[in-house]
């Protein structure tokens, strides 16, 4: 069956350090994933795209990689900070559809 | 500039009630999505359009129905509504293709009882 998995339900943090995130898939071929932040009460704001031809993407102090032969992407937050404290989702794109994960809850402790 | 605009933001329905759902968004966007998410489920695709008059059924369309008249507007109908359709509704655009974030509402929170 088809499974999109991130790691553990919640991440806590001290600020200043890296927050990686983990993205796991099965089953799908994706051509492209997303990463989505999303704050209590609101929707999915989108913050990276990477294809499936590109290893990293960076912007600003997010960092993504894809590895399409593990089936993984990682997303890392780098210099964290309180305001970065969220719920992160990845979405794959295969065809005219998205997949969800369930989402990671990141808690950057001051 | 408002984007993806969802409405009503909250809303109590008894069992077999219907209700629609509005959606509507402002940038000319080709592709609508509607999805649900349910507390540690992430978000479940239940119907997509790629343009006026045209919708396709996403991994939970059981209990929905929609339509695409307008490229504006994007209405998710629950006919008979259950319990079990108690979570929170997003609806999504995207200009069209590929390669591109989709822009989000901010949801309507549905209560059945």
């Known amino acids: 069956s088809q499974k999109i998995e991130q790691n553990s339900e919640a991440l806590n943090i001290q600020e200043g350090k890296t927050a990686t995130l983990t993205c796991n898939y099965t089953n799908y071929s994706p051509a492209y994933l997303q990463w989505y932040r999303q704050d209590p009460g609101r929707g999915p704001v989108f913050l990276l795209l990477i294809r499936e031809n590109e290893k990293e993407k960076r912007k600003e102090r997010l960092k993504v990689t894809f590895d399409t032969t593990l089936k993984q992407s990682l997303f890392h937050i780098t210099a964290s900070q309180p305001a970065d404290s969220a719920t992160y989702l990845c979405?794959?794109?295969?065809?005219?559809?998205?997949?969800f994960g369930t989402g990671t809850s990141l808690t950057v402790i001051p | 500039n408002a984007g993806v605009t969802q409405t009503p933001k909250f809303r109590i329905l008894k069992i077999g009630q219907s209700m629609t759902l509005q959606c509507t968004q402002d940038?000319?966007?080709?592709?609508m999505y509607w999805y649900r998410q349910d507390p540690g489920m992430g978000l479940k695709l239940i119907y997509y359009s790629v343009g006026a008059g045209i919708t396709d059924k996403g991994e939970v369309p059981n209990g929905y129905n929609v339509s695409r008249s307008t490229t504006e507007d994007f209405p998710l109908r629950l006919e008979l509504a259950a319990p079990s359709q108690t979570s929170v509704y997003f609806c999504a655009s995207i200009p069209g293709d590929s390669l591109q974030p989709q822009h989000f509402g901010d949801g309507t929170r549905l209560s059945i009882l």
């Open positions: 979405a794959l794109a295969s065809g005219n559809q998205f997949y």
């Open positions: 940038m000319n966007h080709n592709y």
